[in-house]
Each structure stands twice: as C-alpha cells, then as structure tokens.
C-alpha cells in the first residue's frame, strides 16, 4: 500500500491516507489519530457525554448498505424515522 497520493489526502483531523494502488487509486482507506474515528476521520470521540450518538457511532460501518448494517443501526433508523 502507498501513503497519501501526491500530498492529496481526503482524510480530516491529521489522519493518514493509504491507498492500494500507487498511480492515486480512488480505493484508500485513512488511518485516524488518535480520538478521531470515520471513513476520512471526520468524527470526534473528544468530549462525548453518554447520548446516542456516543453509543452508536462505532457500530455504524461505512461504505455498507443499510440491510447489511448491524441490529442496533437498524433499529436507531427506524425508530428516528417513525418518531421524527
């Protein structure tokens, strides 16, 4: 795997970006500091409070539909759409 293409890096919050392929591939995945978490280290676990998002954020896998997401993610989905 190389790192970063060319210095481009779609990766947030210093995370470090690998690619599979050395001519800039689309495919990368990012290496995250530590505290930030997400497919390009958007998300921060710094400051949390026990909430919903807190407790779910980890399980959320990205990049998968929701049919193949875990229980928990299902039902955090349906039950904010039947009460929002």
């Not at 190389?2 to 690619?19: L, T």
């Not at 676990?45 to 919903?52: A, E, I, M, R």
């Amino acid at each position: 795997m190389k790192s970063d293409c060319s210095g481009q890096s779609v990766c947030e919050n210093e995370g470090q970006r690998f690619q599979d392929s050395s001519d800039c591939s689309k495919n990368s995945t990012c290496i995250c500091q530590s505290c930030f978490y997400g497919a390009r280290c958007q998300l921060s676990s710094d400051g949390f409070v026990l909430s919903l998002d807190a407790i779910i954020d980890y399980h959320i896998q990205s990049h998968t539909n929701i049919i193949h997401q875990p229980i928990i993610i299902k039902i955090t989905v349906a039950l904010t759409v039947i009460f929002m």
